[in-house]
């Protein structure tokens, strides 16, 4: 049990970090992803206009996707191969997806929305297989 909270933690956990640093790391080599990234910040903070990018948009979905493999990968690592440990840290992944979708709805368009949600739980349950498997 105590390897399953550790695998959940550990998960969870690395998502945020792997997301931050990625985020931080595009901003730096990538200028136009740090504006549309600082404006959208801005937004939220302060309530201002925001013009979505379907390009930024879509390199959070990829970006979203592969960092939640690598969660659920960790998380399985850790807890063992045959455990609900990525499921879980999907889990957590999606309510904390549903919080940023309900900040930020009025700024970026619906379908961005329901992709970025929808694929963080079974991307986790992917890499926990992957895991799994090996």
């Not at 399953?4 to 969870?12: H, K, M, N």
């Not at 690395?14 to 910040?41: C, D, M, N, R, Y």
């Not at 939640?68 to 807890?79: E, F, H, K, P």
Request: with cysteine.
């Amino acid at each position: 049990m105590l390897r399953i909270v550790l695998g959940v933690i550990a998960g969870f956990i690395s998502w945020l970090i792997v997301w931050f640093v990625s985020e931080k790391g595009l901003s730096a080599i990538w200028p136009a992803f740090g504006v549309h990234q600082k404006t959208f910040e801005e937004a939220i903070k302060n309530g201002g206009e925001f013009t979505a990018n379907s390009t930024m948009l879509l390199t959070h979905i990829v970006i979203g996707s592969i960092v939640s493999i690598m969660a659920g990968a960790l998380a399985a690592l850790i807890a063992g191969k045959d455990t609900y440990a990525p499921l879980i840290v999907g889990c957590l992944l999606l309510a904390m997806a549903i919080a940023k979708a309900a900040m930020s709805w009025p700024l970026v368009p619906i379908w961005y929305h329901v992709i970025f949600t929808a694929i963080l739980l079974p991307m986790a349950i992917v890499g926990g297989k992957l895991i799994a498997n090996s």
